[in-house]
């Protein structure tokens, strides 16, 4: 005996919701039971994208929630206590001076911040060269360099509390000097 054309339209579509009611119930449940942050291998270069990689700081944690490495571009945060450490890395068609004024621009664009001081020279532990500055605003102070190899553009920002920066500034710029660039590009 044949079933009945509306009962298994019926059956079919409880079984549809069924299924779209537990995705919107347990997908979120499930990210909100996974971790935002975890602690990467200190030892281990971090991709950050565009073939770029650094090892994390010493002790910092990796903020997956703001963490998007991409074969064109990425970015990845860390933080190190309450030091926010951020990379960026992407293509640029300018010079080392151009990207800097581009961070300089993108920091400053943010209500109550402003650069202190010129920019000094730095370089990675592979000799790549680049810029380095600072920052303030309310409560916070901040560091930024720039570096800038074949074409790719890497902006770190670090920020915290005065005395918060003072006790990992060591462990960030051996960081950023470990920068590394994908060759043969």
Known sequence: MAAHPR???LIGSLCVGGVAAAMALGLPALDRALPAERRPPA????????????LPPEGALLDLTATRPGP???AVRFQLGAV???????PFSGDLAAAERRLRRKITARRGVQVTGPQAPTSTDAGVPGLSGG?????RIGRFQVFLHRGIAVEITVSGAESDLGAV??????SARSLAFRTGR
């Open 7 to 9: 009962l298994l339209n």
């Open 43 to 54: 030892d281990r270069p971090y991709l950050v994208g565009a073939g770029v990689r650094l």
């Open 72 to 74: 064109r571009a990425g």
């Open 84 to 90: 926010r450490i951020v990379v960026v890395a992407g």
């Open 135 to 139: 920052y303030a605003s309310p409560g």
């Open 169 to 174: 500034i060591d462990r960030v710029d051996a």
